[in-house]
């Protein structure tokens, strides 16, 4: 137990270092390349954060543990709107452009219908996990040629200046291993301490392991709000969202085939639309303040403790 202990907290050392190295390195790429810090937090920081969800739930499917691999994904979703955006805005007001706010968000609320859709009789068969695996590669791609087409507009303009972005690049690597290995220290002994108290592997997947790989997330936010840039974590969420809906889901669906159980279905499906339709709410009406953090966060707590009590009333 103390060892379990030990090794969260060098987890979340590594985590908040690597935390505070995406940010910088973020900002000055986003800089140099003349991206906005949206599109580069959409992007790059969200493709490097979800690593550690893309890793955790592909070992589960590879074993056959879909309360894990599925809950993890949909647990994040849900973490990451509640806990982490709920979190920044409490701390700084967050600014929205909301064209692309909103053109990212179509992305988002579609994985979310697809996943619902193609689960819908609570199994995910290979040949859909695989379209939705299509699908991210199609939403990388768009997201690609977005980045060229404003680069190509701020470079016309004003000619870039690239001179610190290979010390950025290696910073934001060195960050993304950082938070990799802290993640996994972290997951594997949220796992140990939750397996000892006999909690079912949903609520795992859920909780614990959606915790604890959202914390890249959580610490990118905290260190963005802190840092006066709190827009770069709004885009790091949706991308986030978006790349555990087809890419995570997607692939540990093609390892092996995914099955849910009605409470995973009805709760954490009824849930992640709610955190959907709050988030998109709060940005198009710009209450990305403190009242509207604490709304998320209160949600949140609200869900957490539903599925605290849900093994206690027999919902698994």
Not at 82 to 98: Q, R, S, W, Y
Not at 139 to 148: H, K, N, P, S
Not at 216 to 229: H, I, N
Request: glycine share 12%.
């Amino acid at each position: 137990m103390l060892y379990d202990v030990v090794l969260i907290l060098i987890g979340l050392g590594l985590v908040a270092k690597g935390g505070d190295l995406f940010v910088d390195s973020s900002v000055c790429i986003g800089h140099a390349l003349r991206v906005p810090r949206f599109v580069i937090g959409g992007t790059l920081v969200s493709l490097a954060t979800t690593t550690p969800e893309l890793v955790v739930s592909a070992m589960a499917s590879s074993v056959g543990d879909t309360g894990i691999a599925l809950g993890n994904a949909i647990g994040s979703c849900i973490c990451n709107i509640g806990l982490i955006i709920g979190t920044v805005a409490m701390l700084t007001p967050v600014e929205v452009e909301k064209r692309d706010f909103l053109s990212r968000s179509a992305w988002m609320v579609s994985a979310a219908v697809l996943v619902v859709v193609f689960t819908w009789h609570r199994t995910l068969s290979r040949p859909l996990a695989i379209l939705l695996l299509a699908f991210s590669f199609a939403y990388l791609a768009w997201d690609y040629v977005g980045i060229r087409r404003r680069r190509r507009q701020a470079v016309d303009s004003e000619p870039p200046d690239t001179s610190g972005l290979t010390r950025a690049v290696t910073l934001f690597a060195f960050g993304a291993v950082l938070i990799v290995f802290g993640s996994r220290l972290l997951v594997d002994s949220g796992r140990a301490l939750a397996a000892a108290l006999g909690v079912p592997s949903i609520i795992i997947g859920l909780s614990v392991v959606a915790i604890g790989t959202s914390l890249p997330e959580l610490v990118t936010g905290v260190s963005a709000a802190r840092k006066g840039v709190p827009d770069l974590s709004l885009g790091n969420i949706i991308g986030a969202n978006i790349l555990n809906l087809f890419l995570i889901i997607g692939l540990s669906g093609t390892i092996n085939p995914l099955t849910l159980d009605r409470f995973t279905q009805f709760y954490s499906y009824g849930w992640l639309a709610l955190f959907f339709a709050a988030f998109i709410g709060l940005a198009t009406t710009g209450r990305f303040h403190r009242g509207g953090g604490l709304l998320l966060l209160g949600l949140y707590v609200v869900y957490v403790a539903g599925l605290v009590v849900a093994p206690m009333m027999g919902g698994l």
